[in-house]
């Protein structure tokens, strides 16, 4: 099935052929580009002036898995950093951002929490991070991408700062614990994310801010934080064997 498009209204008062008053939200406007929630009984911006016989729970059925499954878009090339693109590619399309976080969350799990120590602390080069330490560089990224999000996504238009990978990853001592901790605290993160993103109204979707000296949108961010993990993945496969 393909979307064309979305419609919205609310219920208005109009006068029928027969002079009578007649109570009705036929009346709808497309919303244009962008996201649109769905809701238990409508979409965001539009309402039903019976929700007896024109509800979305009656139409379709039970909505609690549809509630907060958000489609959002690929972004234009203007709505990120360049330097991001490589990331953005590698997510095919959002159709359940939150969804989409969550299975990728228990595919890193699955992968990495059999991990013997000795592949934890392995690096496949001098000077290249450890399995471990990857795994914290993720938490810290995603943080500050998660956010860049909440800040964006609220309408706050302040320039955010950019941040300098390896420096943290040195400064945050990684090695120094084991890789299920630092992968149960990569989990907590993550699960905010997922919480973030759920929670986040329709509209905040076509926000844009600067992060870096850099426009940003909040929805790049979501394919920036689904397609960073996917880099790190694919290093992983290819240079560790993990």
């Given at each position: 099935?393909?979307?064309?498009?979305?419609?919205?209204?609310?219920?208005?008062?109009?006068?029928?052929?027969?002079?009578?008053?007649?109570?009705?939200?036929?009346?709808?406007?497309?919303?244009?580009?962008?996201?649109?929630?769905?809701?238990?009984?409508?979409?965001?911006?539009?309402?039903?002036?019976?929700l007896v016989k024109h509800g979305l729970r009656e139409m379709l059925g039970d909505m609690n898995a549809m509630q907060t499954r958000m489609t959002l878009?690929?972004?234009?090339?203007?709505?990120?950093?360049?330097?991001?693109?490589?990331?953005?590619?590698?997510?095919?399309?959002?159709?359940?951002?939150?969804?989409?976080?969550?299975?990728?969350?228990?595919?890193?799990?699955?992968?990495?929490?059999?991990?013997?120590?000795?592949?934890?602390?392995?690096?496949?080069?001098?000077?290249?991070?450890?399995?471990?330490?990857?795994?914290?560089?993720?938490?810290?990224?995603?943080?500050?991408?998660?956010?860049?999000?909440?800040?964006?996504?609220?309408?706050?238009?302040?320039?955010?700062?950019?941040?300098?990978e390896n420096t943290y990853v040195p400064a945050g001592s990684f090695d120094r614990r084991s890789l299920p901790e630092v992968l149960d605290e990569w989990?907590?993160?993550?699960?905010?994310?997922?919480?973030?993103?759920?929670?986040?109204?329709?509209?905040?979707?076509?926000?844009?801010?600067?992060?870096?000296?850099?426009?940003?949108?909040?929805?790049?961010?979501?394919?920036?934080?689904?397609?960073?993990?996917?880099?790190?993945?694919?290093?992983?496969?290819?240079?560790?064997?993990?």
């Amino acid at each position: 099935m393909r979307i064309v498009s979305v419609n919205v209204g609310q219920p208005r008062e109009i006068v029928d052929a027969n002079g009578g008053t007649v109570h009705t939200s036929i009346f709808k406007s497309p919303v244009g580009d962008g996201a649109v929630r769905v809701r238990k009984l409508n979409v965001d911006g539009d309402r039903q002036s019976d929700l007896v016989k024109h509800g979305l729970r009656e139409m379709l059925g039970d909505m609690n898995a549809m509630q907060t499954r958000m489609t959002l878009p690929p972004p234009s090339p203007d709505e990120f950093d360049p330097s991001a693109a490589a990331y953005v590619v590698r997510v095919a399309a959002v159709t359940d951002a939150a969804g989409q976080f969550e299975s990728q969350r228990d595919r890193v799990v699955s992968l990495l929490a059999g991990l013997s120590a000795s592949q934890a602390a392995s690096r496949y080069a001098p000077g290249k991070w450890s399995v471990t330490e990857v795994v914290g560089h993720l938490s810290d990224a995603e943080r500050i991408f998660a956010y860049r999000l909440l800040r964006i996504g609220r309408g706050d238009d302040t320039p955010l700062a950019g941040f300098d990978e390896n420096t943290y990853v040195p400064a945050g001592s990684f090695d120094r614990r084991s890789l299920p901790e630092v992968l149960d605290e990569w989990v907590a993160v993550r699960n905010a994310t997922v919480a973030l993103v759920r929670g986040m109204p329709s509209e905040a979707w076509g926000r844009r801010g600067r992060a870096n000296d850099r426009v940003i949108s909040t929805r790049a961010l979501v394919y920036i934080m689904l397609g960073h993990v996917e880099h790190h993945l694919a290093i992983l496969a290819e240079r560790y064997g993990v």
